[in-house]
Each structure stands twice: as C-alpha cells, then as structure tokens.
C-alpha cells in the first residue's frame, strides 16, 4: 500500500500533517519532495473544484455562528499542542516520574 502526505519536518523529525493508515512501528520508504505550501493550496482548491463542478462533491458550507480561523492560527494550535509529543509518550513520562 501506498499514500502521499504532506509532513513538517520540525526538530530533525518529519511530522505528518494528517492520520497515518499503518499500525505503529511500521516500516515505510519514503521520498521526501519538498513543497511550497501555497502549490500544494492550490492543488488542493483546483481538485475541490473539478469535484464540485462534476457533481460529485457539495461545497462545505461552515455551520452559522462559528467564527472563521485562518490557516494560520490553525497551525499556530497545531504548533502548541504538537510542543509535549504523543499523548501516549507524556503520560508515560509523567508515570515515570511517579
């Protein structure tokens, strides 16, 4: 099996940006492409939109009264909760300092 991510490379670790379909400990190759943010955007905008105008896809409307948060405060959250590592890794820490 095969897929395509797009990771963040932080701390000489590269940090995928969305769910992994393997089980932990899995052996993968990788190839690391480097990419501009906007591109991958605009890829993104320009397959969302061949989807919509094939009927296959409804535009996601934001349900009313929700505030709109930028790309970048969604990476400035993503950034502060991303500090302690694993969730699994910090409670193993804080039972070991028990």
């Given at each position: 099996m095969s897929t395509t991510v797009t990771?963040?490379?932080?701390?000489?670790?590269?940090?995928p940006l969305q769910p992994l379909p393997w089980?932990?400990?899995?052996r993968v190759r990788l190839r690391?492409?480097?990419?501009?943010?906007s591109d991958e955007q605009d890829e993104v905008e320009r397959v969302e939109a061949v989807?919509?105008?094939?009927g296959l896809i409804k535009p996601l409307d934001p349900p009313p009264g929700l505030p709109?948060?930028?790309?970048?405060?969604?990476a400035e959250i993503a950034e502060m909760y991303a500090i302690g590592?694993?969730?699994?890794?910090?409670?193993?820490?804080?039972?070991e300092g028990r």
């Open positions: 990771a963040v490379y932080e701390r000489g670790v590269l940090r089980p932990e400990r899995t690391v492409l480097e990419t501009e943010e989807l919509i105008a094939a709109h948060i930028s790309e970048e405060r969604l590592g694993p969730l699994s890794e910090v409670i193993i820490a804080e039972r």
